[in-house]
């Protein structure tokens, strides 16, 4: 079955430019995750959305970042005024979320979308 | 707080010889723990989760990891490693009673199997 897919796999930019990252996740998956993998780090949390309710911005580094999740679907990241310390993988991921205290929060991850700026 | 420490960045063993990829985490609550393995050009692959019951979880490709809660330790283990098994693992945690439902990773263990 189809997994989570991200566009563009490589994305080049140049400082100050703006960027939109797209993720659609696994159809009925509720949950859907940005997270960045930048070189020699692990997984740095950005944002989580969960059904209708807001959205969890407490990893996004600064106001430049901002994410959607239109119908419940597919979310798109957006960075504005880029800088080269933005340079990363950004990968989304989606599960499914069960009853509280049954959650297992298994999450499948989309192929990231490789982001470089100049 | 939670947390994930992966000590060794590197590690490399020979074809046919077990492997163990270390993984300690600190949560406040009774931990949710996962294993991913990232290879060349791919996004993370699931490998296996502890949730509850057996202390002892079999995964894909032949991998399992032992939950040991007095030693807060969720080590990655094959008792026979392959090639193929070269990758980039992720150990991974999240509180069972926090409230987030992201999971908090390390920084990651690259594995080399040599031939």
């Known amino acids: 079955g189809a997994g989570v897919s991200q566009s563009p796999s490589n994305k080049v930019t140049e400082k100050g430019k703006d960027v939109e990252l797209r993720c659609d996740p696994i159809?009925?998956?509720?949950?859907l995750y940005w997270y960045r993998q930048s070189l020699g780090q692990g997984l740095e949390f950005l944002i989580y959305?969960?059904?209708?309710?807001?959205?969890?911005k407490s990893g996004l580094p600064s106001d430049r970042f901002s994410a959607e999740r239109t119908g419940g679907s597919v979310s798109t990241l957006t960075i504005q005024r880029t800088q080269q310390e933005d340079s990363a993988v950004y990968l989304c991921?989606?599960?499914?979320?069960?009853?509280?205290?049954?959650?297992?929060?298994?999450?499948?991850f989309g192929p990231g979308t490789r982001l470089t700026v100049l | 707080a939670q947390s994930v420490a992966q000590p060794e960045d590197q590690v490399n063993v020979a074809e046919g010889n077990p492997l163990t990829v270390k993984c300690t985490y600190s949560?406040?609550?009774?931990?949710?723990l996962f294993w991913y393995v990232q290879y060349p050009n791919r996004g993370l692959q699931f490998l296996l989760k502890?949730?509850?019951?057996?202390?002892l979880v079999k995964g894909s490709y032949g991998f399992e990891a032992e939950f040991n809660k007095s030693q807060t330790s969720f080590h990655l283990k094959k008792p026979s490693a392959l090639v193929s098994d070269s990758a980039l693992y992720f150990c991974?945690?999240?509180?069972?009673?926090?409230?987030?439902?992201?999971?908090?990773f390390g920084t990651g263990t690259r594995l080399t199997v040599i031939p």
């Open positions: 991921a989606s599960s499914l979320v069960g009853t509280r205290g049954g959650q297992n929060n298994e999450q499948f």
């Open positions: 159809s009925g998956h509720t949950a």
């Open positions: 959305f969960q059904g209708n309710s807001a959205p969890d």
């Open positions: 949560v406040s609550g009774n931990p949710y």
């Open positions: 502890y949730i509850t019951g057996d202390n």
């Open positions: 991974a945690v999240r509180d069972k009673a926090g409230g987030a439902n992201n999971l908090f």
